[in-house]
């Protein structure tokens, strides 16, 4: 037998189990981070060493693992498989499938924990990202490279937020993972079926640790993802994650800490938590043309309590990323979709990254939705609206109904652009408000049908000649008067 193929593996002994947490003895050498064997189907990761034990983190099936039961030591850090197999495949945080298909031929091996890129390693952000959420992408533009905090209380409708994203990214050729952390699995299986019927799952990989699985695998799942990511990041790709959500990553990093007996901290979460996530998070970014020129987007989301945004985890991400996109509860509850507080969101990138068109069409809309509510508030206090206020309120309200979009409805930029041209150039005044929504629905297909070169002007986001604006206004009157003028 060749000398070459000889493997020297320590072995261990389970000596204790706590949970998803085990106390082995016999290793020696072993290192944070490393993978141990239990059985085909049950591993371990070493988080923590004393002279007597090693503490691991079970994975996978771990009532197979009991007292007694042996540890194959790797003595090599934890490495996950990557590869374009992955694309449209649903798998857990150890890359294995689980959506019943094949075995998927990785095409190498990537580490887990790699080391954040430096700043010499990356470029500026230049180049937006179209989430075809018209009130995102035209007030708080971001870029690719970026990372955006979703935040708010729970059913805000954070995850179609993220979900639209991905729905937009069709053609764009980005490669989109969905990290499921902790969520129910009822929960998982709207968000594939959504990705399924769009037709969006042939470009994104689910990686799926739900609430039913042990806390170690929930800890390793955005981990998981951004290590494929940072596989298609180095090809000079494009890749955009979604962590749905961390606060229950913190929540399952927090039980492994009190197993592991770890002193507890600010609301028992272990001291470690902040670089736990910010580790996590710098790992996103633009790489230089050297590099492959690749980049990584990131949405993290996060839970809030009753609005507080002041919470441990929730001001620490908050502190980590490059800008946050609220969700309010009150304009949820109204109707308004999707309801996102323009006054309390940020894009810590600004404008920069967006088109010379968009900036200009966007520039001060953020500010005039703002005021305008803030106008709507007063007028409650009031028996009756006169006629100046509300002749000041009408271009709020048309700018509320373009902003209300549905879910699972991202638009294109050229519609995004057609909307925003109608709006500066004051064209959907004579528009009721029930009838800007059947605009909305109805207007771009009618475009396409009787001036198909400006729908092409504004795909390729160009400038609107005068001639442009006159045939858009002009074609806005025959709309108005086959469907309006009709009623």
């Not at 002279?51 to 490495?79: I, K, M, N, T, Y």
């Not at 709207?190 to 470009?203: C, H, I, P, S």
């Not at 000079?236 to 009190?258: N, P």
């Not at 209300?404 to 652009?417: H, V």
Request: hydrophobic share 40%; net charge negative; glycine share 10%.
């Amino acid at each position: 037998m060749a000398l070459d193929r000889i493997q020297i593996r320590e072995v261990g002994e389970v000596r204790e189990i706590r949970k998803d947490i085990a106390k082995v003895t016999g290793l020696g050498r072993c290192m944070n981070g490393e993978m141990l064997d239990f059985t085909p189907h049950a591993r371990g990761m070493v988080v923590g060493f004393d002279e007597q034990a090693a503490d691991v983190v079970l994975l996978g099936r771990v009532e197979d693992v009991r007292v007694g039961s042996r540890a194959l030591s790797r003595l090599e850090p934890f490495s996950m498989p990557a590869g374009d197999g992955y694309l449209g495949r649903i798998v857990n945080a150890l890359a294995l499938p689980l959506d019943g298909g094949p075995e998927i031929g990785p095409d190498a091996f990537v580490p887990l924990f790699r080391e954040a890129p430096g700043v010499l390693d990356r470029v500026p952000i230049s180049r937006v990202f179209e989430t075809g959420i018209l009130s995102i992408d035209s007030t708080i533009p971001i870029g690719r490279g970026q990372r955006e905090l979703i935040i708010g209380d729970r059913m805000t409708g954070k995850t179609t937020i993220a979900v639209d994203a991905i729905l937009n990214q069709r053609g764009k050729d980005v490669v989109c993972i969905y990290c499921c952390i902790g969520r129910a699995y009822s929960s998982l299986r709207r968000v594939v079926e959504t990705l399924k019927f769009r037709g969006a799952l042939d470009y994104t990989i689910v990686v799926a640790a739900t609430g039913s699985v042990c806390s170690g695998e929930q800890y390793l799942a955005p981990y998981t993802a951004a290590a494929l990511g940072e596989h298609f990041m180095d090809a000079g790709r494009d890749v955009f994650i979604v962590f749905d959500d961390l606060t229950k990553h913190a929540w399952a990093y927090r039980q492994m800490s009190l197993l592991l007996e770890r002193p507890p901290g600010r609301e028992c979460y272990p001291g470690d938590i902040f670089y736990l996530h910010s580790q996590l998070m710098e790992r996103a970014g633009q790489m230089t043309p050297e590099l492959g020129g690749g980049s990584m987007t990131f949405f993290p989301i996060v839970d809030t309590l009753q609005g507080d945004v002041t919470g441990f985890i929730p001001s620490n991400l908050i502190s980590m990323t490059d800008g946050q996109i609220y969700m309010d509860t009150t304009l949820f509850n109204s109707g308004f979709r999707p309801a996102i507080d323009l006054s309390l969101s940020v894009s810590r990138i600004g404008n920069k990254v967006q088109t010379p068109v968009m900036r200009r069409l966007s520039a001060m809309l953020r500010l005039e939705y703002v005021q305008y509510h803030e106008m709507l508030k007063k007028t409650r206090f009031t028996a009756a609206v006169s006629d100046d206020q509300r002749e000041r309120l009408r271009p709020g309200e048309v700018l509320t109904q373009l902003f209300t979009q549905d879910g699972n409805s991202p638009y294109p930029i050229a519609t995004q652009l057609c909307f925003l041209y109608a709006l500066r150039e004051r064209l959907l005044d004579k528009f009721g408000t029930a009838h800007i929504q059947r605009f909305k629905h109805e207007f771009i297909n009618f475009l396409r049908q009787h001036s198909p070169d400006l729908i092409g002007v504004l795909e390729h986001q160009g400038e609107l000649t005068p001639d442009h604006k006159a045939h858009l206004a002009e074609c806005l009157d025959r709309f108005y008067e086959q469907t309006v003028g009709d009623l």
